[in-house]
């Protein structure tokens, strides 16, 4: 019987662990991110509670300005969990358009607002573009990576900017730009009550297509999901070994 049991604890030192196929974590096919810009809002924590009830992550692309008015909503954010991320100090975008070296400053002034707020120990490297990034020239959207931070857009939207949008309309909103892809980054904003309102039906929807909520994030893993995600967006370069990893994750999504 002692020989039988060392036997099966040498296999099982062997067998590759859950999740792993040659060595490689397997992730998620398909995958959802919650964003929400301009916050934070005064309904916020309404936000986060609605979250905390549906159990899912979610990244915030704030507004310096508006950590500055709410650092009090700005923690719970952070202390949430959810990933950080900046949308400039006022939503402003003429400025980095014509001059993108403008863009050290919003990025300087976003980090000194935010460890104003959670501390010196705070830091942040995604950023969305004011009204996205298709409107902005070339050397603005190089610029920021050349700063070494990730820019991101969408591929899915609640639409909840429009005025004509109550809570159904988003939900059929989110269902239609969805589209069946696999990888979605969804556009909505914080401080809209009709985005809130549907928040329990766009979160079942996705479940009940078999998606994984996720944060965004600059991290290797995070780049093999959105290898795959035809959202616009780019990510600083990772190097030789980082584009070897990238590649594998696509062939081993080709050949499962």
């Known amino acids: 019987m002692k020989r039988l049991y060392l036997l099966c604890l040498i296999c099982c030192m062997f067998l590759p662990a859950a999740g792993m196929a040659d060595g490689k974590e397997q992730l998620p096919q398909k ?3 919650l964003t929400f810009d301009d916050g934070p809002k ?15 992550p979610a ?3 704030l507004l310096g300005y508006q950590v500055k008015a709410f650092p009090e909503y700005t923690r719970m954010i952070y202390e949430r969990g959810d990933t950080i991320a900046c949308h400039t100090m006022d939503h402003s975008s003429g400025g980095i358009k014509d001059e993108p070296e403008q863009l050290k400053l919003v990025f300087r002034r976003f980090i000194q607002e935010m460890q104003a ?3 010196e120990d705070f830091t942040a490297d995604l950023f969305r573009f004011p009204g996205g990034g ?11 990576t050349d700063l070494g931070w990730s820019w991101f857009d969408w591929n899915a939207m609640t639409r909840d900017t429009y005025e004509d949008m109550d809570a159904k309309a988003v939900f059929a909103s989110v269902r239609k730009t969805t589209g069946g892809r696999d990888v979605v980054i969804l556009l909505a904003h914080d ?6 309102l549907a928040l329990p039906e766009i979160v079942q929807y996705y ?3 078999g998606y994984t909520f996720r944060k965004l994030s600059s991290s290797m893993e995070e780049r093999r999901i959105l290898s795959r995600c035809p959202a616009h967006m780019h990510l600083p370069d990772v190097g030789k070994e980082g584009e070897q990893l990238l590649l594998e994750s696509l062939e081993m999504r080709k050949n499962p």
């Open 117 to 119: 707020v959670l501390g």
């Open 31 to 33: 995958v959802v991110y």
């Open 42 to 56: 005064k309904a916020t924590p309404e936000l986060l509670e609605i979250l905390d009830e549906l159990d899912v």
């Open 59 to 61: 990244t915030f692309f």
């Open 191 to 196: 401080g809209k009550k009709n985005t809130r």
């Open 134 to 144: 298709t409107s902005y020239p070339y050397k603005t959207k190089k610029m920021v």
């Open 207 to 209: 479940r009940d297509g």
